[in-house]
Nanobody, 115 residues
């Protein structure tokens, strides 16, 4: 069964850093794109960062220069390094795996940026 499990969320002060992890059970050869999305209360889910099978990346304008997506194929894990965190980054962060014909989602991990 396909499974994606996020971890690493928590409470952090403005200006702080967190690294989110997404462990998955999907073969590297099946994945087209891995991504991180987030959803804040009362808002729609939005793309934060994505990395393709060819290792190209893209980021939401609001996180460029602060966040970095990466992956360790040997460990079946994708990461989101978040630096210089702001209160507006507060959201539930979801890991997404886009395959050729369908996508899979994790259950999410809460990130709260507050002093």
């Amino acid at each position: 069964q396909v499974q994606l499990v996020e971890s690493g969320g928590g409470l952090v002060q403005p200006g702080g850093s967190l690294r989110l992890s997404c462990a998955h059970s999907i073969s590297f050869f099946s994945i087209r794109t891995m991504g991180w999305y987030r959803q804040a209360p009362g808002k729609q889910r939005e793309l934060v960062a994505a990395i393709t099978s060819g290792d190209s990346t893209n980021y939401a304008d609001s996180v460029k220069g602060r966040f970095a997506i990466s992956r360790d194929n040997a460990k079946n894990t994708v990461y989101l390094q978040m630096n210089s965190l702001r209160p507006e980054d507060t959201a539930v962060y979801y890991c997404n795996a886009q395959l050729a014909l369908r996508a899979y989602w994790g259950q999410g991990t809460q990130v709260t940026v507050d002093s």
